[in-house]
């Protein structure tokens, strides 16, 4: 799994570039939760490049990751998908996730993703 956090203007922008193991995913929450404490922002957006499909188990275990990380209470989180076949697979784990009350929501365009954050 590949991915780096930064600092943007209003938001972290975690960019993820390839799917890993649900450990993985954890740690990746884990280093969101460490930025969001070392910088105080409270709105995310995750960008993800990976162009594969997670099945719908893995899809489930990483949205119970997410909720269950301090990234889930953040006033906000955006995922950018620049995948379509990525983005409508997923859709499973943005529903456990707002489902479970994240205030989060799936993107196909970055300026929307950006509006909504910043909104």
Known sequence: MR??????QGHLRAELSAWGSIEEHARFYDDITAE????????????????TVMSA???YEAAKIFQD??????????????????????????NVAVNRGARADFFRD??????????
């Open 3 to 8: 991915y780096r956090i930064q600092l943007e």
């Open 110 to 119: 970055a300026a929307a993703a950006r509006a909504w954050l910043a909104a």
């Open 69 to 94: 990380s301090a990234v889930a209470m953040c006033e906000k989180v955006a995922f950018l998908y620049h995948d379509e076949s990525v983005y409508q697979a997923h859709h499973l784990a943005r």
């Open 57 to 59: 188990t893995a899809q």
């Open 36 to 51: 969001i404490e070392k910088s105080g922002v409270r709105r995310v957006l995750i960008d993800i490049h990976a162009d």
